[in-house]
């Protein structure tokens, strides 16, 4: 009958040495994969909200009767007048893309019938969706939008909204042409015959 024989000290605290050496390298290699799991999350999920921005920016200016207003001054901005396209149940919305000059912040808002900069009295809804914008370019040429949009250290994002009609100014109502007034005719006097002598005399 053989006796199997027990491991030696020796091969022991190698084994321990071995474990030792491994099992930092799994650790790290761990840590290492997990956050690039975590970034790979992040990046995801930014990209998605940009995707949902894009998407919003495009429903506002598709939904919109073309009258769209362009300006670069203080701030660049994109209005449409009048859209369908409401995050806040309004039947027809009045929404302007705007970044700030100083923040470089992309912000949407939305109301009825209001000026930028807002004044007293108007109510609006406003949501900050992007920061750290670089360019924001709209053109508007015949029936097609164009749309550049990029933030900081990213590629920039442009999308056409084709189909998109300016509303004819209503035609002015024609003018009826005045009528002279007609000068009024001479009134004729008609001369009255001489009363019949009375066929009764002394009356």
């Known amino acids: 009958m053989r006796i199997r024989a027990a491991f030696t000290i020796i091969e022991v605290l190698i084994a321990i040495a071995l474990m030792g050496i491994i099992l930092p390298v799994l650790y790290r290699s761990t840590d290492v994969l997990n956050d690039s799991n975590r970034q790979l999350r992040r990046y995801l999920e930014q990209s998605e909200y940009d995707k949902r921005v ?8 598709a939904a919109s009767d ?8 203080d701030f660049d ?9 409401s995050l806040y149940g309004r039947a027809e919305a009045k929404v302007c893309w705007v970044v700030t000059k100083e923040d470089h912040i992309l912000i949407r ?19 900050a969706v992007s920061r750290d914008i670089v360019h924001f370019d ?3 040429v015949k029936d097609k939008v164009l749309v550049v949009l990029q933030q900081k250290d990213k590629k920039p994002d442009a999308f056409l909204v084709q189909g998109i009609t300016k509303p004819t100014p209503p035609k002015p109502k024609p003018i009826p042409p005045r009528r ?4 009024n005719p001479p009134v004729r006097l008609q001369k009255k015959a001489p009363p019949k002598p009375s066929s009764f005399p002394g009356l």
Do not use: W
Not at 77 to 85: A, D, F, G, V, W
Not at 180 to 183: F, G, H, P, S, T
């Open 54 to 61: 894009a998407h919003a920016l495009f429903l506002d200016i």
């Open 66 to 73: 073309g009258n769209l207003s362009i300006k670069k001054d």
């Open 77 to 85: 901005r994109l209005c449409m007048e009048r859209t369908h396209n």
């Open 109 to 127: 808002t939305e109301g009825t019938d209001y000026h930028l900069p807002v004044k007293d009295g108007e109510q609006i809804d406003t949501d």
């Open 138 to 140: 709209v053109t508007y």
């Open 180 to 183: 002279k007034k007609q000068a």
